[in-house]
C-alpha cells in the first residue's frame, strides 16, 4: 500500500542496463534534491556499478557518477565484514538477497548473508549515517576502499577519522581532492589500512560521514545537515522528497502513478549542488574551473544537449527560484573559467553538439526567471557563437568559423557536420532571444540569420538536411544510415532538428500534409540500420530496432519534440495519440527508453503526461497534445494548473504566461 508520493518512487529504475541495451543507464542514488554527494550500493566491478540481479555486494559507495559515459569522481567504497579480515576485493565479497533490499531516495537498508549484518544508511545533500548491526561474539570491522593511490585515511582519536581521495575522470584541476569525515559511535580497537576493527562485544556501530569538496574542516561543518538520529535524518530527507513530488498530483492506475512519480524524482537529481556552507551561512564552492575555493554557488553534472530540452522548462515551471540558483551557479563557472560548460563533470567534459546552455540562459530569459546576472552572462554566451576554439576543446563551438563562414559546418571537415551545424542553428535563435531582450540589435539580427543556416542543409533531390561539403556539394547517402554527418543516429532520427523554426521545415518536406505522411512512415518504416561509422552496433540503434516504433527512436534525444510536430502541421490529434503510445508502451515502473541522461528522459514523460511541451526551449510557449490523466500541478508562482484528459483541439500552442495564470485552462481541460 503506498501511504506518500514517496513511496511510489523506484531509484532502481532503468539501473538494469548494459553497454550493448540500456534501459535507462540509471544508477540507484540516495539524497535529497540535488544533492552533493550521493550513495548508492555496489554490487559490480564495473562503470554501472549497481545491478539489480546482482548479488555480490562490494560495498556502498559514495559516488558523483551523472551517467556511465562520463564516470565517477570523488569516491569510495565502505563495507562491513566479520570473521577472518578479507581485504581482497574479489575476496571480501559477500552475498545479499535484492529481494530484501529496501532503496528508497531517503536511503536504503538490506541484511548482508555472508556477514550476517543488517545495513542502514540515511542520506543528506553532504552526509549520510549508517548503521550496522553485528552479530553478538565474532570479530567484526569496517573497511575504507578509497578507490586509487592519491588517497589517504588517518585516525584521530579513537571515534573519529579523516580521508580525503582524488579519483576521477577528468574534468578536474591537479589539486582536487574530496574530503571526508567518519565519526564511528563505537570505541575502534585497532586501526590499519582503512580497517577499522571493532571490540567483539559490539553490536551496533553507526558511523555519520560528512563530506566536502574544500576541506577536512568543512566536511566536520557538513555534518550539521545530520538530524539526532538515523531516523529522524532519514524522515527529514524523506520529507524534502515528498513536498518536491506533491508538486504534481495525479489521479491514475498505480502503473502510472510510479512512472511519474519516480520521473518527476529522476528530474531533481541533476545537476547536483556543488557548493557547501560556511561557517556563516554563506554559500561557498570549489572551484573545478579555477582549483580554487570561491564564493557563491555553484552546480555540476550535467549535459546541456540532454537537459535543456526538457529539465529546466519544467523547472521554470515548477521551481523557477532554483532554476535562477542553477543560472548563477554556470555563470560563476563561466567566471572562473571563462567559458560555460558544453558538459559538466565536475568542470568542462567534452561531450556531444553545440553549446546548448544558450538555450537554457534563452529560455529563463524569456520566461522572466530571475536570481542570476543576465546581462554578464552574455557576455560568455556571446564567445559561444562567435570565438573559435580548439578542434578537441573542452568547450566552445567545434569548426565554428568554417560555420561562420560557410553557412554550415562542412561535412568533409567535422564529423557530425550537420548535426552541428543545425545546433548550432538553434542556438543561434536562442542567443537571438536575449540579444533582443538586452537590446543587442547588431547581434539579434546577425544570429536571427544564422538561424535559418539548417536551411544550407537541405538536399532537394533526397528530400532531407544532410551534410555539405566545403565545396557544397552532397554526397550520397542512404536515410538508414548513421553516418558521420550525424550524431547517434541517421536522417531519420536527426533530420528534424530544427525546434526554433518548424514552420520553415514544414515548408521543406512540402507543407503540412507531406509533414503529417512523413511522420506516419517514420514510425511504420522498418526499424532498418547502417551502422556507418560507427562501425558497430551502438546500444541507440539495439534499442531503435527493438522498440517496435520503426524509425522513431525515442531512445535517444533527437527525436524528443518530433511527434509534437504533429500538432504544428494540424494533426493534434495524431500527437496526443503517438504520444500516448509512447508512455504506455516505452516507458515502465522498472525500466526506461534508453539512457535517462540526468532527467531528460524522465522530463519527457513527466510533459507528455500533463499533454503539453516545449518544442523549443527560447520560446516562451509550449506545443498541446492532450493530458492523459486528471492532474494537479502546482506551479512555482503558488497557482494550481488543473488538467484533463478529452479530445484534442484544434490550438496549436499555449504560452508560459497562460500556464503561470492556472486554473482550468480550456485546451488543457475540456
Known sequence: MMNTLLDYVNPLQGSDSEFHYSTGNTLPLAGPPYAMTHWSIENRDDVRFFMPRSRCFHGIRATHQPSPWIGDYGTFLILPQTGPELLDPEARIGVYDPRRLRFTPAGFSLHLNRYRVDVDLAATARCAWLRFTFPAGVPKRIIFDLKCGRSELKQDGSHTFHGHTSNHNGGVPENFRFH??????????????????????????????????????????????????????????????????????????????????????????FPREFHEFDGSGNPVHYSPYSGTARPGVLYADNGFWDTHRTVYPLLSLLDPARYGEILSGWLNAAREGGWFPRWSSPGYRSCMTGTHIDAVYADAAVKG???????????????????????????????????????????????????????????????????????????????????????????????????????????????????????????????????????????????????????????????????????????????????????YAHSNQPVHHVLWLYTLAGARGKAAAAIRRVTEELYTPDTLPGDEDNGEMSGWYVFAQMGFYPFCPGRPEYVLAAPQHPMRVRLGNGRMLELAPGSAGTTRTISHSELLAGGKIPELHP
Open 180 to 269: 571526508f569525515v567518519a565519526h564511528c559511535s563505537a570505541a575502534v580497537a585497532k586501526f590499519h589500512c582503512g580497517v577499522l576493527e571493532l571490540p567483539p562485544e559490539t553490536t551496533v556501530a553507526e558511523l555519520r560521514i560528512g563530506t566536502s569538496f574544500l576541506s577536512p574542516e568543512q566536511a566536520e561543518r557538513n555534518l550539521r545537515e545530520l538530524a539526532a538520529t538515523l531516523e529522524e535524518t532519514a524522515a527529514r530527507t524523506a520529507a524534502s522528497w515528498e513536498e518536491k513530488l506533491a508538486a504534481i498530483q495525479v489521479d491514475a492506475d498505480e502503473r502510472t502513478r510510479r512512472i511519474l512519480y519516480t520521473c518527476l524524482h529522476r528530474t531533481m537529481l
Open 369 to 551: 526567471i530571475g536570481g542570476f546576472d543576465l546581462a554578464e552572462a552574455w557576455r560568455y554566451l556571446l564567445k559561444n557563437a562567435y570565438e573559435p576554439v580548439e578542434p578537441h576543446g573542452l568547450f566552445g563551438r567545434r569548426n565554428l568559423a568554417e560555420y561562420i563562414r560557410y553557412g554550415f559546418v562542412p561535412d568533409d571537415q567535422c564529423e557530425h557536420a550537420a548535426s552541428r551545424t543545425m545546433d548550432y542553428a538553434a542556438n543561434d535563435f536562442c542567443l537571438a532571444q536575449i540579444a533582443g531582450i538586452l537590446g543587442d540589435a547588431v547581434h539579434c539580427d546577425d544570429l536571427l540569420r544564422r538561424s535559418r543556416n539548417y536551411r544550407n542543409l537541405w538536399n532537394p533531390a533526397a528530400g532531407i538536411l544532410q551534410g555539405r561539403r566545403a565545396d557544397g556539394t552532397f554526397s550520397a547517402l542512404s536515410p538508414t544510415d548513421w553516418n558521420r554527418t550525424y550524431i547517434e543516429g541517421s536522417s531519420w532520427q536527426c533530420g528534424f532538428a530544427v525546434p526554433h523554426d518548424p514552420e520553415g521545415l514544414i515548408g521543406l518536406f512540402g507543407g503540412p500534409a507531406a509533414t503529417v505522411a512523413r511522420l506516419d512512415r517514420m514510425q511504420e518504416a522498418p526499424p532498418d540500420f547502417q551502422t556507418g561509422a560507427y562501425g558497430k552496433e551502438i546500444h541507440e540503434m539495439a534499442e531503435m530496432a527493438l522498440a517496435g516504433f520503426g524509425q
